[in-house]
Structures are given as C-alpha cells and as structure tokens.
C-alpha cells in the first residue's frame, strides 16, 4: 500500500486526481511580456495583479514562484478565465481509494517550532550553503527564489543583516504554513488529528 507523506497541496492532488497543471498553450507574445516585465519590475507587481484577477490562485502560490505567478497571469491574458476556473473544470473525484490524514495542532505552538526549525537549519549550514551557491554565481534559477534561499542571498547581496534575514525567513515560513492549512481545509477532504497534545517542548 503506498503511502505519501509531505509534499505541497498541488502536488498531492496531481497524485490523486486527474489534474493537469496546465492545460492552455503556451502563449508566447504574452509571456515574453510578462517575463519582460518581471526582469524590469520583479515580481511584487506581478503577484499584486494576480492578486486582484486570480485571487484563488494568488492564495495557493508563493510570491517567489515566479514561474507559477507568470503562467497564472498568461493563462489568464490568453483565455479571459483564471487559472483556478479552468482547474475548478477539472475531475473533483480521486482517481484512486485514499484517505487523507493532516496533522495539526495550536497555530502558536506550530509557529514556536517553525521558528525552531530555521534555527536548526542555520545550526546545520543553511547560511554556508547558500554562500557556495552565491559564490558559484547560481543565480536567476527557480530554486534560489525557495524560502531558505531568497531570504540568504539578500543577506549576501547586502540587502539585509543576517538577523533581519533570518527573522524573514522565519516569518515567510510561518506564512507558507499558514497557505498550506488554508489550501488543505478548502480544497481536500482531509481527516485532521491534533498532535498539540503529543508534542512538548522539549520534542521539538
């Protein structure tokens, strides 16, 4: 019996469902607009717009995934439908018998142990690894827009102390917790338990 554990809500249902993250083609004039745009203006403007034409979508995509914010915003350009109306059209019913099981507990507690886990990624070398990247010139890639990354490389480029750094990484990663809840309460038929009862502090 397989069983999968983690991973974000989208690719869950991609698992699960008969969804297709992208139907529409590829409409080029209007993407290399977009991409123009994003390397003039970066992308708060971008996700801004899709904020007040897709805001379902806007909910379920990190700022950083530029990527995702850019075709969201072409599909809508393209067809006058947003992304989540054409993923809404899409087959509801899992393609297989599952059970979904999320694990919860206090929103305060859960935050005290996101912010202990970027304590413990920084004990183990997140800001040492991120410097090889930077020093390699890894830059203007996917993976370096990833929370954890963005948030080292404004650090290492000056943009921000380590501590401030630091602070918004834990901050960005409590708000991406806080997406994945949302998106999981809205749009899966999810089985909760509440682990605040199992967990201490001294298990973090």
Known sequence: MPIIVGGTGLYIQSVLFDYQFSEEPSNHPIRESLELRLQEQGIDPLFRELEQLDPASARNIHPNNYRRVVRALEVYHTTGKTMSEHQANQLKDPLYNVTLIGLTMDRERLYERINYRVDLM?????????????????????????????????????RATLEDAISTLKHNSRRYAKRQLTWFHNKMDVHWFDVTKLSNKGKK
């Open 122 to 158: 920084m004990e183990e070398g997140l800001l040492e690894e991120v410097t090889r990247l930077y020093e390699a010139g890894v830059e203007g890639v996917q993976s370096i827009q990833a929370i954890g990354y963005k948030e080292i490389y404004d650090y290492l480029e000056g």
